[in-house]
């Protein structure tokens, strides 16, 4: 249907005018009918957190999955794919793209009919490592080895055959915002509040004293500490920590539901750029 065809359509609820249609290039409800596109064909038994064993009479997310994951209710979700008219914010459609897991010119698309200008995935890794450091993480299979920076983007990893344990890396590289923002990550991270959450603060306190000049660590906090009430309340420990050099913690597979491994977290610095972190997580 061309543009000029829809430009006198009404979505049911007659919310959109012919002058958002004209703005923004699309149908009534062009921004639902992707949505429930894109939700159709992820695959459920590969998110943690969601119920892979019930059956289903359509293949994909639900709307109630989709609005869990994206951290807001099911109301609220249906109304957005029925084509109610609202205003979103960046950061609401960024963690929208992640939870759909789009590539970039989906996410682009995401943007353009919700009516925003699309902007920059805030997650994306700068700078490279060099050959030493990826042959270095490659070798230290079969455990899971990565690099990052000093606001934690993760640079590149390696890749474990038996489980996928970097697959949210496909849709936010940041492994705080992850930690904290994903629901899926308190099925990954075993005993998340005290053994993963609460020492992750402590390292980001850590990192804004020993960088009073990062305004990049200072949005980091900001963003967790909105978008988690756990983490606000653990803020107000006053941790400090430099790293978890050491520590012993669980994971469970992303593939494998009910399988965890216990691992031994070892980190480094290269001497060539201190702000990098290679974290190998020593399978025990």
């Known amino acids: 249907m061309s543009i000029q065809t829809r430009a006198g359509m009404r979505d049911r609820r007659g919310l959109m005018s012919d002058q958002h249609h004209r703005a923004n290039g699309s149908g009534a409800n062009d921004l639902g009918i992707f949505l429930a596109h894109w939700r159709a064909r992820m695959d459920h038994r590969r998110i943690p957190g969601i119920d892979g064993g019930r059956r289903r009479l359509k293949p994909g997310l639900t709307q109630n999955e989709t609005a869990q994951l994206a951290g807001v209710s099911s109301a609220w979700y249906r109304e957005l794919e029925s084509g109610s008219e609202r205003r979103f914010s960046d950061e609401f459609l960024h963690k929208l793209a992640g939870v759909l897991r789009l590539d970039a010119d989906e996410r682009s698309a995401l943007f353009r009919l919700a009516g925003n200008t699309p902007t920059p995935w805030l997650t994306a890794p700068q700078g490279p490592i060099g050959e030493d450091l ?50 899926e990550a308190r099925e990954i991270l075993v005993n998340w509040e005290k053994d993963w959450a609460a020492p992750s603060l402590a390292q980001i306190r850590f990192a804004i004293i020993a960088h009073p000049e990062s305004v990049e660590l200072q949005q980091l906090r900001d963003e967790i500490l909105d978008g988690s009430p756990e983490a606000r309340e653990l803020w107000s420990s006053q941790r400090n920590r430099a790293h978890p050099y050491g520590d012993v913690r669980r994971l469970r597979s992303p593939e494998h539901p009910g399988r965890e491994a216990e691992v031994r977290i070892t980190a480094f610095s290269p001497l060539a750029n201190c702000d990098l972190r290679l974290v190998i997580l020593l399978l025990v």
């Open 134 to 183: 990826r042959t270095i993480i490659d070798r230290m299979l079969p455990s899971p080895a990565y690099v990052s920076n000093l606001v934690w983007d993760v640079l590149a990893h390696n890749s474990p055959a038996e489980d996928d344990w970097f697959f949210w890396v496909g849709y936010e590289r940041n492994f705080m915002r992850f930690a904290f923002l994903y629901p």
